[in-house]
């Protein structure tokens, strides 16, 4: 799945216009990667941990030549699946059914004295 179908789901899922799904996706992704080039980490509870790891300067060889190089220590990006994805990822486990916001949330129910007139 790449970018523009991760959008498509997201909106027909939610019901939301897929520019406001993009815009929302690439805030997300823009928050994520600002915190890991801080050295912070990022948890998405069931989801995984994104977070910066340092890789140490080593001797590598060039495939070529065979010579030598020294390639020097760096940050690189990391993540850590959390126990929830690997369980559905393995079948041990099934997905959690989405359902919207506005399924989730109960009907409103009004409780001023004209609604309760109204009733009587």
């Known amino acids: 799945m790449n970018r523009a179908e ?9 019901g939301q216009p897929k520019t406001e799904v993009g ?3 690439t805030c997300l992704l823009h928050s994520v990667t600002s915190a890991l080039s801080k050295g912070e980490k990022v948890t998405l509870v069931g989801f995984g941990t994104f977070e910066r790891r340092n890789r140490q300067a080593r001797t590598g060889r060039n ?7 020294r390639i020097p220590s760096s ?5 850590r699946a959390g126990q929830e994805l690997k369980d559905v990822v393995d079948g041990r ?10 399924a989730k ?11 309760k007139a109204k009733k009587r």
């Open 105 to 115: 949330s109960p009907a409103k129910k009004t409780t001023s004295k004209a609604a």
């Open 6 to 14: 991760l959008i498509s789901e997201i909106a027909e899922l939610t």
């Open 93 to 102: 486990s099934k997905m959690k059914s989405f359902q919207t916001a506005k």
């Open 23 to 25: 815009m929302t996706l």
């Open 75 to 79: 940050r690189v990006p990391a993540f």
């Open 63 to 69: 495939p070529r030549t065979l010579a030598p190089l």
